[in-house]
């Protein structure tokens, strides 16, 4: 019994350390959409991770956007690789999203699909920090 403790109570050490890791997990910048773009923090959500809007910019600067502090990038779950699936939000239309997501380093490529996932809309965001 104490070998089994021992033995889950390492893997949940492990499990965290390697989520904390996440290539995905940062403040990322996405691309202009409706005359605005945002910076994303992407963190840890369970077994998988998750975007929330943390600051919002237009042609005037930052600003304080009714969106702020939505989660715009749901439940993505690594799929190895530095590929992801869960959903999307897109406030411009407020409509959710089959998503799909690959990260490359400082590089993040974020697709909003329907029809099962064959028509895809994309960004590349970069990472902030």
């Keep these: 019994m104490k070998t089994r403790i021992i033995a889950i ?5 492990f ?5 904390a890791q996440d290539a995905a997990v940062g ?8 005359g605005a773009y945002a910076h994303v923090t992407v963190a840890p ?6 975007g929330t809007i943390s600051r919002t910019f237009n042609g005037s600067g930052e ?3 009714p969106n702020l502090g939505r989660q715009i990038v749901i439940d993505m779950v690594p799929q190895g690789g530095g ?7 897109r406030p ?8 799909k997501m690959d990260v490359s380093g400082n590089a993040l490529r974020l697709r909003g699909c329907v029809a099962g996932g064959l ?11």
């Design 15 to 19: 499990g965290g350390a390697a989520q």
């Design 27 to 34: 403040v990322w910048q996405t691309e202009v959409d409706d």
């Design 83 to 89: 590929a992801y699936e869960g959903q999307v939000w």
């Design 63 to 65: 600003y304080q956007s």
């Design 119 to 129: 028509i895809c809309a994309s960004q590349n965001w970069t990472r902030v920090n």
């Design 9 to 13: 109570a390492a893997a949940l050490a």
């Design 92 to 99: 411009s239309n407020n409509k959710m999203y089959i998503g």
């Design 45 to 50: 959500c369970g077994a998988a991770v998750c």
